[in-house]
């Protein structure tokens, strides 16, 4: 849980070295984690003022403009992103809810309900058209990036 003051620390997040500069945030390579999942994240400490981020350091660093007691939040090894990220979202399978509704709200429900509208509804026009909206609905809430799964292959 965040603090209810403006100024605090987000300490020992995890965040995608490819959004930092990394010349100002890990001068060396022991900052950045290089194994398995951890590849590629370097793992810093936020320091919030005013509710926005105001310094990006290596974690356990001293933040150079706190000054006094700062609140402090272990985020614990936690991914740390500079906006909302949908990691799976099946966007050719979006919005058919109208004309095909899942009738019992089961998993299996869903993928019978989506072969079905499959078969009858989808081409090119259509799964384009679906997909662009959910693109546009999801900017519009505030997702900046997403990693879609197409399983609109058609018939082979």
């Known amino acids: 849980m965040l ?7 987000l300490k020992n997040g995890r965040v995608p070295a490819s959004l930092l500069e990394m010349k100002l945030i890990a001068p060396s390579a022991s900052t950045v984690a290089t194994t398995g999942s951890e590849n590629n994240f370097c793992l810093v400490d936020l320091e919030i003022a005013a509710g926005a981020i105001a310094q990006i350091i290596p974690a356990g660093t001293k933040p150079v403009s706190s000054s006094g007691d700062i609140s402090v939040v272990d985020l614990q090894g936690g991914l740390v992103w500079p906006c909302f990220v949908d990691m799976h979202t099946h966007l050719d399978k979006g919005h058919i809810w109208e004309r095909s509704p899942n009738p ?3 998993f299996g429900g869903a993928l019978e309900t989506v072969r079905a509208d499959a078969e009858k509804h989808w081409n090119a026009e259509d799964v384009y058209r679906r997909m662009q909206f959910g693109l546009k609905c999801s900017y519009a809430h505030g997702t900046k990036a997403l990693r879609t799964h197409i399983d609109s292959a058609g018939r082979s």
Request: negative net charge.
């Open 3 to 9: 603090p209810s003051t403006s100024n605090y620390l």
């Open 104 to 106: 019992d709200g089961t």
